[in-house]
């Protein structure tokens, strides 16, 4: 049809016109919005909070539209994947005559959307063992008042996943019904994102949030990708301002481009998470079946229900009760620690993998933009990127000579010099190391160094908690690719500060390459043994460093 979508759209969206809301406070003199002219009490790193936003923020749809890979004009953003929910069924369903598909179990907001409307709800309830019947969902999703089928892949709350093949099927088969594909949990699974055919097939919509994966789920973000038709009628249901300044501030900052690599970290951890805490569950007595997840969590069939609850209630731990509607219970993926908690809670004695020795930093400033991760007890994650390439291999060397691994990314003003993003990321990765190193209890405290060809480089280090940086050495000469030789003490005088460590660095040799990489090996092999845990007593007689 020529003018699908409108021809399945509510009539009254169809026509009305779109809310007059400005495009955001510009360099004008804004007296067009009865703001106050005033801005309220200073947020740090914040501001213009009396001015209305925009309805859609352009820096906030262009760094979305980046990350999903569409374009700006096939992407709605919102409160949460959830607000894309309402306003499609606003702007499709008229009340008392159009109907959604859905396959229930699934999430619960689908049908509660639709009450609201005042629309009807066909159900296509998955199978004994929560696998879809396609061929069903296409036959009831054929009449002309199912305006939209939600698939929610991977499913809430069974974990399972849909076939890109199909969910294309559906698309295929009901060329004017909208199919939305909720990829909520997308980042968890397997499985690719359908964003890839928001450009070829005209009747997907697909649901993205930035609740679970990227941890914004006090913030409320999400985003809806589709046509660009689809898109322009949803935006005329769209409240005016629904993205809070504050609210955008968190996202972009949140999702800078530095803080990605750390992101794919967590994301690591919480796969690994979901094998170990599946794992430990299927030990328990309490539990009779742990179903497999493409999710960050995991449905369970328990049994001794009201043992588990009162055991849950000890331990101060709430997980989901869906024995209404499956018959089963779902736990979300914690921390490493929240895991080992809830696996104590389920009684399980045997609990697999120890808990590593974490550390994450972030640091924004007009400079520099960093992330660090650190796990001091897993050395095989290493990504570093700095913009200078020969400073991205010292500190591999710390990594590698330390054994621990090291996850950093910096955006700084390399055109200005190299200063800001050698002592900045310092800064970082010393805090990001004392966090890691938590109360201390056990470590080495001490470590000692190296000789390097020609070079000797000699180094001590204590993690006294007290920050104090000697370094003794000249160099030939001012550079090492595009790495100042100046900034090599002032490096480990940064680090000593944040990491609240006494770092002596003697240095002697005839090549400037060789002697910074001396320092940052020797510092690595020094902090091996100090960061290295045997025992549980902080050594130190003061009790604490």
């Not at 794919?264 to 539990?287: C, I, M, P, W, Y």
């Not at 970082?428 to 966090?435: D, E, H, N, P, V």
């Amino acid at each position: 049809m020529t003018n699908w979508p409108e021809s399945i759209a509510r009539k009254a969206v169809v026509a009305m016109l779109p809310y007059s809301a400005r495009g955001g406070a510009t360099d004008a003199l804004h007296l067009d919005a009865n703001e106050n002219p005033y801005a309220p009490p200073p947020v740090v790193g914040a501001t213009g909070f009396n001015r209305y936003p925009a309805q859609q923020p352009e820096n906030l749809v262009r760094r979305l539209a980046s990350i999903y890979g569409v374009n700006t004009d096939q992407i709605m953003v919102g409160r949460g994947a959830d607000e894309g929910i309402e306003c499609l069924i606003r702007a499709f369903c008229e009340a008392e005559q159009d109907s959604i598909l859905t396959c229930p179990p699934t999430f619960g907001y689908y049908k509660t959307c639709a009450d609201i409307q005042g629309a009807g709800i066909v159900e296509v309830p998955l199978s004994a063992t929560y696998q879809w019947y396609i061929s069903a969902v296409i036959e009831a999703g054929r009449p002309s008042d199912v305006k939209m089928v939600f698939l929610c892949s991977p499913n809430n709350p069974t974990g399972n996943s849909l076939t890109r093949d199909a969910i294309l099927r559906v698309c295929s088969e009901l060329p004017e019904t909208l199919v939305i594909v909720d990829e909520a949990y997308i980042e968890f699974s397997d499985q690719e994102s359908l964003a890839d055919q928001i450009g070829t097939v005209p009747n997907l919509v697909v649901l993205r949030t930035l609740s679970k994966a990227f941890a914004l789920a006090g913030v409320r973000g999400g985003a809806l990708l589709a046509d660009p038709r689809i898109i322009d009628l949803l935006i005329k249901v769209l409240p005016p301002y629904p993205i809070a300044r504050p609210v955008e501030a968190a996202i972009l900052n949140a999702l800078a481009p530095s803080a990605m690599s750390v992101h794919a970290q967590r994301l690591a951890e919480t796969l690994s998470e979901r094998v170990r805490l599946a794992k430990g569950l299927e030990q328990s007595d309490f539990v009779e079946t742990v179903f497999p997840s493409d999710a960050n969590f995991l449905l369970l069939d328990v049994k001794n229900e009201t043992a588990l609850l009162k055991q849950l209630r000890k331990f101060n731990i709430k997980i989901r009760d869906y024995r209404s509607t499956t018959g089963h219970m779902r736990i979300s993926i914690g921390s490493p620690e929240e895991n080992t908690i809830a696996l104590q809670a389920f009684g399980v004695i045997d609990i697999p993998q120890s808990i590593d020795r974490i550390g994450e930093t972030f640091r924004k400033t007009n400079e520099t933009d960093i992330s660090v991760r650190v796990n001091l007890d897993d050395p095989s994650q290493t990504k570093i990127e700095t913009g200078i390439g020969f400073y991205d291999h010292m500190l591999e060397q710390i990594s590698k000579h330390g054994g621990f691994g090291l996850t950093m990314s910096c955006e700084g003003d390399l055109h200005i010099d190299a200063h800001h993003t050698v002592e900045d990321t310092a800064l970082a990765f010393g805090a990001a190391l004392k966090s890691a190193l938590g109360d201390k209890a056990g470590i080495g405290r001490y470590g000692y160094v190296i000789p390097m060809d020609e070079t000797q480089a000699q180094v001590a280090i204590d993690l006294s908690g007290r920050a104090a940086a000697v370094f003794k050495g000249e160099f030939p000469t001012d550079h090492v690719g595009d790495f100042p030789v100046e900034m090599c003490p002032h490096f480990f005088e940064s680090l000593a500060q944040t990491l609240g460590a006494a770092i002596h660095v003697d240095v002697k040799g005839d090549n400037s390459h060789h002697m910074i990489e001396a320092c940052f090996k020797g510092v690595g092999r020094a902090l091996r043994p100090a960061f290295a845990v045997s025992g549980s007593e902080i050594p130190s007689t003061k009790g604490t460093l």
